[in-house]
């Protein structure tokens, strides 16, 4: 609880001045509001009894002066509280926004994205509403009463404290609400997370369940959950329905009590009726705050539940920062070394990587081969410090990497995905996505140099055309070579491929291996490989195992090897390399052949 | 600078004022909830009147208690006063009650349609509308409409109610005072119609921007590893910090000062009525016209009055927004389902698993142009089928009109003779095997995962089909075995286990037909080694159409169908078609230069 406080306050401390300010207004605006049933009971008392017209005309004048004031002051008040809610939430996002991109890749494995999503939207959301209005309103409903009650006990106490009597259990019941409601609504949010996700994995797994004919299942555990979430929402509705008419009564109880008692007073010449009459507004001006309250505590509970989730993002410490006082990198040569490497996730006992030791010359091309699970990925995702190494050091030309500049380091180190994630964006933007100061030729020619001018220019905008949900639809094949493109645009000295092209088809198979190639030329190189011409090409191949390197060599060393990557040779490689020699032997009718853009193939 | 978010964004934000089809269409919701509907309609109208006599008790109190001095008329009326009082509290805790429940059945309501209907829509609306974009649909648009549903359509009411008791109330006790204290209606009526359009102008800049704020955020989350890896982090954070994230400070800003200066306004005319009452009707009570409780109540009436317009003037902005998610949600229902159930479709029985194509022909609806064309072919049960050719060719097209994804716009699609069209879909399906490019996995363990395939099987039953296509071993080094959990993001899991996962899964559903969508694809060379093994297990005894870049998936099959253009120009096993040297041949030619 403390400590949230404390959150708060770091969120709303650089606007204390315009806090304070907003507070100054808010009191004058309360004190006008306290002065109009005063002039109201000197009306009745004074000007209706000494039947002077003067005195109304007066009073009239006075209410519309301060009437003015008000409007004056309630502008001035108003829109102060939106700016602070939001330049509170302004820099909150920016926070979020900059740490979430911050935070590890082990951070997002285990974070849902959707999840992560939601919190920054919603929970800014409803800290902002409470931050600005929320917050006021509730001094305004403290200044109110505060001095509503000093101002009622100094006119007369005994009639104070009957007219005061029932805000008593209205405050103790709308806290005790305020307090339940907050954990009401975080089972309400939490059930309407888990329904989001159900959606989202029936969407995005449609066809597997279409496949299975799995409907009737997938309807039934979303009704289950609709039908939770149904339950919660009344939940709430339940208790809110208990509150709200509840305070509205206590109120005009208020004014009955003050009604019979001040009444009898008035009979008895105690009071006058103006007093009389200035209680009762008194009374009222607490009618609409009062009913106010119970929600804003309901609001407080919300805005608490989004803080702390807030914060717990905040306060995640990024993983792989760079160092206090980080080694700027020079252009590489491009060496790499592992040595006595050893890699697992964080919660787990299970190494991903088991003492590898290991050395890159400058320039080399080194394919990894293994099988799924035998540790490929990791052992080239520690290269940029997408991971940190559990044990062991990795380096770059004899340099830590842990001791580098993070952004120099990953600069220098292009990478191409099995899958091509690009941004709705651009494709111009999206190939200069690692180099947006990038020239216009050095953009063309990364995309001709990476096969894509081609295709690039039949699109509607060309360059300019934009990707991605709402833009054009790019086939995986052209998504992959806009993804070589934009490594090729960074001229990387490190390059990591995971070379899984198979999804397209022959045709543009063919271009990329060739944009490949083009990427691949100067470079120190890590392919995980599939195919037996990139293996047989690199300078070393690495075979993994269990997250071990069991085997290193040229093909030629390792056949002689007569180990794990003969086997895996005998049993796939080779196969694919006697149909190869098969085929071609035999000439090629190009003629026959029907493609679009044949003149690439030359 | 003027800075706006790409139009691309906002398609999803449009605004509408009444549009009576959207009314009638959400009225349809609404109709099943009538009764206590008009209940609590019933109700609202007694809190509104119990809320109006107030001041008007206050006054007779006043008047016939206290200014005459008579103590038992007092006291009646306090009764009275109470017992309205607790009338009240009973009829709003009724109405609260009812109507949130109302407002939370017809949001389940609409969300289980929604959900239903979704299960029933063809796949290519999948491939239209984003993931996104239906669960803004179904969770957001929805909530927005419950809000419209249970607080504003209450709300309104309840200002009216008010609105109207109070005038009745006030022209009843004192018509030349009351026609004074409307004066400023026409003032507040003009200055509300001014605030209104200028304020729903800026009402659509704050939901673009805020649109605009949260995608490119969703995006960035997203995209976080491609980010990390160009080192985009300090540039994105300016352009967020200084154009997206600022663009929607600045409009909000603007909408605040806007709304700062109507409000006040409002509360002003509201003041400059008192003054008037308490100057003309203050004359008026020294000049014995009007009684001093008259007067009180006037101005006890007058603090009432302008709440119920501020409000009402409040409350124009959630219409919007709510018309506008009521009609995207009912364009979402109104989707139609290309591929239905006959009326009179019977549960296909066990089949042996013979595929025959007679003259089809297949469109999308929205693009006339044939992705299959006039194919007539008959596939033997138990063959194993290899398709090939580029992207777009038309073979997952074919596959899918296998699987009754979609139906032949001509021609009939017989599976042992049956027409696909007079059959359940559910019976069909159970019986075909999907296996797709990617290994898509529910949240759940992989126990559960493999168990998809069919809910009824045993754990044995499980694991047996996890052996046979090679997964078991890896599986039992998970963490918990069986019973890990599949994480979003696939730490756990590479993409090559995931697809053995879904091949045990199509395995334990023991489908006649079994379609592998250029499943091996992105698996490499090593695990497809164990999956070869079994992979043989899943196709043997089955009729087997696969699509895949494989060689060595291709010339394994029996045959061989050479797609181009949405035609079959090449049909034959391996050697056949190598000898034929037609477009299989070059095909492969090419790809060998590659590898």
Redesign the interface.
């Known amino acids: 609880m403390k400590r949230h406080l404390r959150n708060l306050k770091t969120l709303v401390k650089p606007y204390f001045r315009q806090i304070v300010l907003a507070s100054v207004f808010l009191l004058i605006l309360t004190v006008i509001e306290m002065a109009f049933p005063a002039i109201i009971r000197q009306v009745i008392d004074v000007g209706l009894k000494g039947g002077d017209q003067r005195f109304l005309i007066v009073a009239a004048g006075l209410i519309l002066g301060l009437g003015l004031i008000k409007a004056l002051v309630n502008f001035r008040e108003q829109y102060l509280t939106e700016w602070i809610a939001h330049h509170v939430a302004y820099d909150l996002r920016n926070r979020l926004y900059n740490h979430i991109q911050r935070l590890s890749f082990q951070y997002h494995d285990h974070m849902p994205t959707g999840q992560l999503i939601s919190r920054v939207i919603e929970d800014v959301r409803s800290l902002q509403s409470f931050a600005g209005h929320g917050l006021v309103e509730l001094a305004r409903i403290v200044i109110l009463l505060v001095g509503i009650g000093i101002l009622l006990f100094s006119r007369h106490p005994v009639l104070a404290a009957i007219a005061i009597s029932p805000l008593i259990p209205m405050v103790l019941l709308t806290t005790d609400f305020g307090k339940r409601v907050g954990r009401l609504f975080l089972a309400v949010d939490n059930t309407l997370g888990e329904l989001s996700s159900i959606l989202q994995e029936n969407v995005v797994g449609v066809q597997v369940v279409r496949a299975f004919a799995q409907e009737k299942y997938e309807t039934d555990r979303f009704d289950q959950t609709n039908r939770k979430l149904f339950d919660r929402q009344i939940t709430v509705v339940r208790e809110w329905a208990k509150v709200m008419p509840s305070t509205i009564f206590l109120v005009t109880l208020g004014t009955i009590l003050i009604l019979w008692f001040g009444g009898q007073m008035a009979i008895r010449g105690e009071i006058t009726v103006g007093e009389l009459v200035a209680f009762n507004s008194y009374m009222l001006l607490l009618a609409n705050p009062a009913q106010q309250l119970a929600w804003l505590v309901n609001a407080a509970g919300e805005a608490y539940a989004g803080l702390q989730r807030t914060f717990e993002i905040l306060e995640t410490e990024p993983d792989i920062q760079s160092p206090p006082n980080p080694i700027p990198c020079p252009v590489f040569r491009g060496e790499i070394q592992f040595e006595r490497v050893s890699f697992r996730y964080k919660q787990s006992e299970r190494p991903i990587l088991r003492d590898i030791n290991l050395k890159i010359e400058p320039n080399q091309r080194v394919a990894i081969i293994g099988a799924t699970g035998s540790g490929k990925t990791t052992l080239v995702n520690l290269i940029p410090r997408f991971y940190d190494v559990s044990e062991g050091v990795v380096k770059i030309d004899g340099m830590d990497v842990r001791q580098m500049d993070l952004p120099s380091l990953r600069r220098q180190i292009g990478i191409v995905l099995q899958t091509s994630l690009l941004f709705s964006t651009t494709i111009r933007e999206n190939l200069a996505y690692g180099r947006p100061d990038a020239s216009e030729e050095e953009i063309i020619a990364a995309a001709k140099a990476a096969q894509a001018h081609e295709f690039i220019l039949e699109l509607p905008q060309g360059y300019d055309t934009v990707v991605g949900e709402r833009g054009v639809t790019l086939s995986g094949g052209q998504r992959q070579r806009i993804a070589i493109g934009r490594a090729l645009l960074m001229n990387p000295r490190i390059l990591i491929l995971d070379d899984s092209t198979s999804s397209v088809d022959t045709h543009t198979e063919h271009l990329i291996q060739k944009a490949l190639s083009t990427l691949m030329e100067g470079r120190t190189t890590l392919i995980i490989a599939q195919r037996l011409s990139t293996v047989k090409k690199a300078d070393l191949i690495l075979v993994m195992d269990q997250g071990r390197i069991v085997e290193q060599g040229t093909h030629h060393q390792l056949l002689a090897l007569d180990g794990l990557y003969r086997q895996i040779y005998d049993l796939q490689l080779k196969n694919q390399e006697e149909l190869e020699d098969d085929l071609l032997t035999q000439p090629i009718d190009l003629s026959r052949v029907n493609f679009r853009s044949r003149n690439s193939l030359e | 600078m003027a800075v706006t978010a790409?139009s691309?964004?906002h398609?999803d934000i449009q605004f509408k004022g009444y549009d009576p089809q959207v009314i009638r269409g959400l009225m349809a919701f609404v109709q099943p909830y009538w009764k206590p509907l008009l209940f609590s309609l019933l109700l609202m109208a007694i809190t509104s009147a119990a809320s109006v006599a107030?001041p008007y008790?206050?006054k007779l109190?006043?008047d016939e208690?206290?200014?005459a001095?008579s103590?038992p008329r007092?006291?009646n009326?306090?009764l009275i006063?109470?017992a309205i009082?607790?009338v009240?509290?009973?009829?709003?805790?009724g109405r609260?009650?009812i109507m949130?429940?109302i407002g939370?059945?017809i949001?389940?309501d609409i969300?289980?349609q929604l959900?239903?209907h979704?299960?029933?829509l063809s796949?290519s609306f999948?491939s239209h509308y984003?993931?996104?974009r239906?669960?803004v649909r179904?969770?957001n648009d929805v909530s927005v409409l419950r809000e419209f549903i249970t607080w504003a359509m209450l709300a309104i009411a309840r200002d009216l109610f008010v609105l109207i008791g109070i005038i009745f109330t006030m022209l009843s006790m004192n018509p030349r005072l009351s026609l004074l204290t409307f004066s400023v209606i026409p003032l507040i009526i003009l200055i509300t119609r001014l605030f209104r359009s200028r304020a729903r102008e800026y009402y659509r800049e704050t939901r673009k921007a805020i649109s605009w704020?949260?995608?490119v955020?969703?995006?960035?989350?997203?995209?976080?590893?491609?980010?990390?890896?160009?080192?985009?982090?300090?540039?994105?954070?300016a352009y967020?910090?200084d154009v997206v994230?600022?663009n929607?400070?600045d409009i909000?800003?603007k909408a605040?000062?806007l709304?700062?200066?109507f409000?006040?306004?409002v509360?002003?005319l509201g003041?400059?009525a008192?003054?008037?009452v308490?100057?003309l009707g203050?004359?008026a009570?020294?000049g014995e016209q009007l009684s001093?409780g008259t007067?009180?109540a006037f101005?006890?009436y007058i603090?009432r009055f302008f709440?119920p317009i501020r409000d009402l003037s409040r409350r124009f902005d959630s219409f919007q927004s709510t018309m506008a998610s009521g009609e995207r949600i009912l364009n979402l229902l109104n989707t139609p389902i290309e591929v239905e159930d006959a009326p009179d479709a019977v549960k296909m029985p066990p089949i042996r698993g013979e595929i025959r194509f007679q003259n089809v022909s297949f469109h999308y609806s929205d693009d006339p142009t044939p992705v299959l064309s006039h194919i007539d072919l008959l596939i033997p049960a138990g063959q194993t089928v290899a398709l090939v050719?580029?992207?777009g060719a038309g073979k997952s097209t074919f596959i899918k009109l296998v699987?009754r994804?979609h139906d032949p716009t001509e021609g009939v699609v017989r599976i042992d003779g049956y027409d696909l069209r007079e059959v359940t879909?559910?019976s069909?399906?159970?019986q075909?095997?999907?296996v797709?490019?990617d290994p898509?996995l529910?949240?759940g363990t992989v126990r559960e995962n493999i168990r998809?395939?069919r809910?009824n099987a045993s754990d044995e039953e499980v694991e047996a089909a996890a052996r046979a296509v090679g997964a078991d071993e890896?599986i039992r080094?998970l963490?918990q075995g069986y019973d890990t959990p599949v994480?979003?993001?696939?730490?756990i899991?590479?993409?090559?286990?995931r697809q053995?996962i879904?091949f045990a899964?199509a395995l334990l559903?023991d489908p006649r037909i079994l379609?592998l969508d250029?499943a091996t694809?992105?698996?490499?060379?090593?695990?497809?080694?164990?999956i070869q093994a079994g992979l043989s297990r899943l196709l043997d005894g089955r009729t087997s159409l696969i699509i895949a870049?494989?060689?060595?998936t291709i010339?394994n099959a029996d045959r061989i169908l050479v797609i181009?253009n949405g035609q079959i120009i090449e049909d034959g096993t391996h050697s056949e078609l190598?000898q034929k040297?037609?477009?299989y041949?070059?095909?492969?030619?090419?790809?060998?230069?590659?590898?």
């Open positions: 790409p691309t964004v398609e107030g008790l206050v109190a006043v208690g206290i200014d001095g103590l007092l006291r009326l306090v006063y109470l009082a607790v009240q509290w009973a009829a709003i805790y609260v009650f949130s429940r939370q059945s949001i389940y969300r289980s959900f239903h979704l299960q029933r796949l999948f984003s993931v996104g239906i669960i179904i969770i704020v949260n995608s955020l969703a995006e960035n989350i997203n995209g976080l590893r491609v980010v990390q890896a160009f080192s985009r982090e300090d540039r994105n954070y967020f910090r994230n600022r929607n400070l909000n800003l605040a000062r709304a700062a200066l409000f006040p306004g509360d002003f003041i400059t008192m003054a008037l308490v100057w203050g004359s009570v020294l001093p007067l009180v101005v006890l603090n709440d050719g580029k992207t699987a994804f879909q559910q069909l399906r159970r075909c095997g999907i797709l490019q898509f529910f949240s998809f395939g809910l890896f080094q963490p994480e979003e993001g696939g730490a899991l590479s993409v090559g286990q053995l879904s899964r559903a379609i250029e694809s992105s698996v490499d060379t090593q695990t497809e080694r164990i870049h494989r060689l060595s010339t181009e190598i040297r037609g477009v041949y070059h095909l492969y030619r090419l790809r060998f230069e590659d590898e």
